[in-house]
């Protein structure tokens, strides 16, 4: 995913250890390398809870954007807002929820329980969709309300600013 590098460099900018870091985050030393060298993906529970100790976005950490944090950001991810905007997602690009199943290689039934709010996202599959359809993965799990990468594409086209 690419995430390990900036982990690496706020834990290092803090001054801090693995330990340290872990401990914060109520998990063990070694669970927490294993994120940080990207052994194991980080579970969206804890992604966020990473997010939230150093104060970063989701986005920011999978590289998708230069700007560390967003100023009107929720704490938690928003299930139903999060099932909501997959939906939406998919339907704008004109794809079955097989469809996004065959993408990601799951089954339909994870998709659908995404979109009820039964289950959060997974980490590789939040990344994925993200990345392939260039949506912030904040607002993707309604931790903000604007999809900022659609609008930094929009800045882009229109000869402003290239933020990503």
């Given amino acids: 995913m690419n995430y390990s590098d900036r982990l690496r460099e706020l ?3 803090k001054f801090l250890t693995l330990k340290e870091v872990a401990s914060n985050l109520h998990i063990s030393r ?13 579970p969206i529970k804890h992604l ?7 104060n970063v976005s989701i986005d920011y950490l999978f590289g998708f954007t ?5 100023s009107d950001i929720e704490k938690e991810a928003d299930r139903k807002k999060m099932g909501s905007r997959l939906k939406e997602l998919r339907k704008e690009n004109n794809l079955t929820q097989s469809k996004l199943a065959s993408i990601l290689n799951t089954f339909q039934q994870v ?5 009820n709010g039964k289950n959060l996202i997974a980490t590789p599959f939040l990344y994925t969709i993200c990345k392939k359809y260039n949506i912030s993965a904040d607002y993707l799990l309604g931790r903000i309300d604007t999809n900022t990468l659609k609008n930094s594409l929009i800045n882009i086209s229109k000869g402003g600013v290239n933020e990503l």
């Avoid at 966020?48 to 150093?54: E, G, K, L, P, R």
């Fill in 11 to 13: 834990r290092e900018e």
């Fill in 111 to 115: 998709i659908a329980n995404y979109e």
């Fill in 48 to 54: 966020i809870a990473v997010t939230n100790y150093f």
């Fill in 66 to 70: 230069k700007n560390m944090h967003y």
């Fill in 30 to 42: 070694s669970v927490y390398g294993k994120y940080e060298s990207e052994y194991e993906i980080i």
